[in-house]
């Protein structure tokens, strides 16, 4: 199979042509080399590569640890160890994550009930509870 131009790879990684320019600029795919008539020229691997790359954002990787996890990627006899231990770490950042959220929305909850619509004119709770510093009970 051929190279892959920008918009051809985009689409065969199911990204748009954006999402290609940064990850090069980013250095998460390889400068490819350029035609006669300066358009890049990746090698057809690379939608497996973007693709993998966005399949660990969506499991909650950022970029950086992307990077980490296609270097793991070409070293297979230290990958399967290395990666249960990144996805307990990651594991455990989602947990936090969850607790957090939870809180937030409970607190939120907390701040609905206590307006409930009623508010007195030119007033309103939540706005002022939000205006409050530290977050204090209305």
Known sequence: MDALTVSQLAKQAGVNAQTIRYYEREGLLPKPPRTAGGYRAFPPDSARRVRFIKRAQELGFTLDEARELLVLREHPEMACPEMLRRAQRKLTDIAEKLRAL?????????????????????????????????????
């Not at 307006?115 to 709770?125: E, K, T």
């Open 102 to 138: 939870q809180a937030i929305q409970r607190e939120l909850a907390r701040l609905a009930k206590a307006c409930a619509g009623r508010a007195r004119p030119h007033s309103c709770p939540l706005l002022e509870a939000l205006e409050r510093v530290g977050g204090s009970k209305p």
